[in-house]
């Protein structure tokens, strides 16, 4: 059994400032008294212990009390995905099999029509119920349950132990060390595990965290330029903007910033190499909603000599390549650790989450002769050209090497001769010819890799953490 953590980093520094939002703070203690009479409220409202309950709500300490709440009672949170359609939403909805959603009324409209819920207003404004709560957690209890982004098939819902947050918060601090003075810059949505282990970081390790409702790339670079905050999480188009901004500023980020975790897929050399121009220290990692978040991560200091590299496995994690027999051999990532969850719910409960206690990733990368691990790309992603493996990846950080390049996605289309040829969708910063970039691709990529058509789009499909739907690609061309 562990401490529950909100009472017991209330206990242990009831005055420092847990939370920044808006120019408003609250102290640990405040999050307590804030977390503690929602719960009482629930209760009254008929949510039981260890219920398993849905919560939909944008980025705000509204969201967090609320998610801090069930924790008390010790409930199930199913996290929902507040960018996704009704149709997604209810079937999350009906396969967690949650007799109730806990929806802020910003987002009432979002939810599907006749779905049973409780509007935050009605929680806030009712009288609790009192009642003893659990000082002890035991690590095998659920707290969490995200649905994956469904790359393949329907989205499986992934259980989060107080195990899982607490071995990968660990294995965290372990990896970036530790100050009281940190601010955790929290700019992904809290119901990601990006976001939501940003909370669980700041309750384990008793730093504030900043939140921003959504992604501002100014409040961002300010923050950072400024030594406002000392960390941030992001995805590879987030620190692009951030770049993009400090250069348009002409700022550099603030002694005082730490770093920022990049994750959600691979990260663009040329985004490294411009960071370290800007001082702004970036530490690649790698993770998934399997691991409650971070596997892998690259110290900065190894960044440029490892360029590409999601670095080497955090303390408690092993990481293998699928029938690798030497090193520089691709194939599926495969993880063990006490962050791998215990399985899922649903649709998909029935299915183990490891074969032989190793997590199958899906995810194609390599290990070096170092033990660094290179994720190349998402198996489901693989384009098969004329029999040879093209992965999206490769072509898009090409691309975004080009200056008039914002954003890139590739994916694969149906061809006669070749099977599949690959084809680019891009978001530009100016105007460009298509026959310069696909020029600039043939001078860099071998020829079969160069995409067959560039498409220019206002903007690419990404999921609510920012991440680059691949499988949604397509679509644009409709």
């Not at 909805?93 to 109730?100: A, H, L």
């Amino acid at each position: 059994m562990y401490p529950n953590w909100i009472l017991q980093r209330a206990h242990l520094t009831p005055a420092r400032v847990a939370l920044n939002y808006e120019g408003q703070t609250w102290t640990f203690e405040e999050l307590k008294n804030c977390s503690v009479e929602r719960a009482e409220q629930l209760l009254s409202l008929g949510i039981k212990p260890k219920e398993r309950v849905a919560i939909l709500g944008p980025s705000q300490p509204s969201l967090l009390f609320m998610m801090f709440a069930c924790m008390h009672l010790q409930c199930e949170m199913v996290m929902l995905n507040r960018k996704l359609s009704k149709v997604e939403l209810q079937y999350q909805i009906d396969d967690s099999q949650v007799e109730i959603v806990l929806v802020d009324d910003e987002d009432i409209s979002l939810l599907p029509d006749g779905q049973q819920h409780l509007l935050f207003s009605e929680v806030e404004n009712t009288t609790g119920q009192s009642f003893e709560i659990s000082k002890e957690w035991s690590l095998d209890q659920t707290t969490s349950i995200m649905y994956t982004s469904g790359t393949t098939g329907l989205p499986k819902g992934v259980r989060q132990t107080v195990g899982n947050h607490q071995a990968s918060a660990l294995a965290s601090v372990l990896n970036i060390g530790l100050s009281e003075d940190d601010v955790w810059l929290c700019a992904v949505p809290l119901f990601h595990i990006s976001g939501f282990s940003i909370l669980v970081r700041s309750l384990l390790y008793g730093n504030a965290v900043k939140l921003y409702k959504k992604f501002d790339k100014d409040g961002a670079v300010l923050d950072i330029a400024n030594g406002q905050v000392t960390h941030m999480s992001a995805v590879a188009v987030m620190l692009q903007r951030v770049l993009q901004g400090l250069e348009d500023r002409g700022l550099e980020a603030s002694p005082k910033f730490k770093m920022i975790l990049a994750g959600g897929g691979p990260v663009p050399e040329n985004y490294i190499q411009r960071a370290h121009h800007l001082k702004l220290m970036v530490s690649q990692t790698y993770g998934m909603t399997e691991t409650s978040s971070q596997t892998a991560t690259l110290s900065n200091e190894e960044a440029l000599r490892k360029l590409g590299s999601a670095g080497k496995p955090l303390f408690f994690n092993q990481i293998q390549i699928a029938d690798a027999t030497s090193s520089g051999v691709m194939g599926e990532i495969l993880i063990r650790g006490p962050h791998v969850t215990p399985g899922y719910i649903g649709s998909f409960s029935e299915r183990s989450s490891t074969i032989d206690g190793w997590l199958h990733t899906g995810d194609i990368g390599y290990l070096d002769e170092e033990g660094y691990l290179f994720v190349v790309d998402r198996r489901s992603d693989l384009i098969i050209s004329g029999g040879e493996n093209i992965y999206p990846a490769e072509i898009e950080n090409v691309l975004l090497s080009h200056e008039a390049v914002q954003e890139a996605g590739v994916c694969g289309v149906e061809d006669e001769t070749w099977g599949q040829v690959p084809v680019a969708f891009i978001v530009l910063k100016r105007d460009v010819q298509e026959e310069e970039l696909s020029q600039f691709c043939i001078e860099r990529l071998a020829k079969y890799k160069v995409p067959k058509y560039f498409h220019v789009v206002p903007a690419l499909p990404r999921s609510g953490s920012d991440k680059l739907l691949r499988r949604k690609l397509k679509d644009l061309l409709e």
